[in-house]
């Protein structure tokens, strides 16, 4: 599959659709299935026999008992699509304004890290994937390839740079000045992981993946961060006290074939190299901080010219706050319920915080979203652009670089499609008029 961006972005998702459609059961003349299914739960079933019990509790696992997650999939309930038929839908326009720019849809890949324990390709085929169909991709703070890499292998797909605060504001700077000379769009800072969640299913495993070096590749590639684990080698820093098991070992060598980057050696050199393991040490200290509070975003000001979009809002307050200090954006998120458990789900105060903040910088949203009705909604209740995140992690691991496309291709084939039986030609009709909010019954 190319990654070379198409030439006329919007003409490439015309009538997506209706092709889609035809090319799915035209192939099953013959009796070709999908790439990868089409249905979201079977999808998810699909990408769960692909991966490792422990990829796969990461990637679909959320915080405590999971009621977030499963709130923010029933917020979605509560909006029906409202047809009006009669009304000439024969083309229709996906297109949205977004930081300046008129983008062919409004689909962005959200940033998922990690990606290597879901497949060997990881950013790299995302990347491509999401260049492929003129989609924005954010690259992860917590990516398994170093973001250099990432451009060199999908050059002309438009992307951003996310920004986990990290402890040390050299390496905050650092990082920042390494998107913005590779042309990333815009810096999104995401604010929900000053602490880690309480993530039960990882917890039960025991696993936790940057503790054996993986998706730290944006850090063991930074001259910053690469001066931090000099430092702390040389000086002896204390080290996590772990008993010899075989995973043991394998995690060892795991961690040692990460930290190549750092020693710019082998295998066999980086296993006797103390730096590998400080890496680690390294990055389990400066992470994050709790410390971060609002005053700290306009330093984010004096590391980039980039634009900034905040991300982690779910209080109506919070997004005025982010537009007082400055803020380009508004990322509507709870981390796709990651972070914590009973928390407030995203659905159910976009339409508020969309009258807040009244146009004056667009919003992401993210949380939930598993199909293109569900961007629908969500664009009706006041999104400007809408996030999707786990769906296409899954169609990675069931078929790579081409089953993340054709991921994005079914959300953005049903959002053309729903559109169109909701009696409209343009995402930029989409409103509340278009929708129907369900009342729940008294006492219920």
């Keep these: 599959m190319s990654s070379v961006a198409p030439e006329d972005p919007a003409a490439a998702v015309r009538g997506i659709g209706r092709q889609v459609q035809s090319d799915i059961y035209r192939a099953g003349i013959g009796g070709a299935k999908p790439v990868v299914p089409v249905e979201p739960a079977v999808l998810e079933r699909f990408a769960r026999k692909a991966m490792s019990a422990e990829a796969f509790a990461y990637v679909a696992g959320g915080a405590g ?35 300046g720019a008129t983008r062919p849809t409004p689909l962005i890949l959200a940033p998922l890290g990690v990606m290597e324990m879901v497949h060997r390709d990881a950013d790299i085929a995302v990347a491509r994937a999401a260049a492929s169909l003129g989609l924005p991709s954010v690259l992860s703070n917590q990516a398994s390839v170093a973001m250099e890499q990432v451009v060199d292998a999908a050059p002309a797909g438009p992307r951003m740079f996310q920004l986990y605060w990290s402890s040390s504001d050299e390496l905050n700077a650092s990082l920042l000045q390494r998107a913005e000379q590779l042309g990333c769009e815009a810096v999104v800072i995401t604010l929900d992981t000053h602490l880690l969640g309480w993530r039960t299913r990882d917890l039960d495993l025991g696993y936790l993946p940057f503790t054996r070096g993986l998706g730290i590749a944006q850090y063991t590639s930074d001259p910053v961060f690469a001066g ?81 979009i905040l991300k982690g809002i779910v209080h109506p307050d919070d997004a005025i706050r982010a537009l007082d200090a400055g803020a380009d ?88 499609i729903s559109l169109g039986l909701a009696g409209l030609t343009a995402v930029a009709d989409l409103d509340r008029g278009a929708l129907r909010e369900v009342v729940a019954a008294p006492g219920r």
Excluded: C
């Design 65 to 99: 008992s999971e009621h977030t997650m499963a709130a923010n999939r029933a917020a979605f309930d509560r909006w029906q699509v409202w047809p009006r038929p009669l009304r000439d839908v024969s083309e229709r326009d996906l297109s949205v304004e977004f930081l």
């Design 228 to 308: 931090l684990v000099r430092e702390r080698a040389a000086t002896g820093g204390p080290a996590a006290s772990v008993r010899i098991t075989p995973k043991t070992i394998a995690a060892g060598v795991s961690i040692a074939r990460k930290g190549a980057a750092l020693t710019g050696t082998g295998l066999r050199e980086s296993l006797r190299s103390p730096l590998p393991r400080a890496a680690v040490e390294t990055f389990l200290d400066v992470f994050s901080t709790p410390a971060i509070a609002w005053e700290d975003i306009a330093r984010a000001r004096e590391w980039t010219k980039l634009p900034i």
């Design 329 to 416: 954006g508004i990322w509507i998120s709870n981390h796709g319920g990651r972070q914590i458990d009973r928390s407030v789900p995203t659905l159910e105060v976009l339409p508020t915080i969309a009258d807040r903040i009244a146009g004056r910088v667009p919003i992401v949203f993210d949380s939930g979203v598993r199909s293109g009705a569900d961007a629908a909604i969500a664009l009706a209740l006041g999104a400007t652009e809408v996030a999707l995140g786990r769906p296409y992690a899954y169609g990675l691991a069931i078929a790579g670089e081409e089953g993340v496309a054709a991921v994005i291709r079914h959300v953005l084939a049903e959002l053309d």
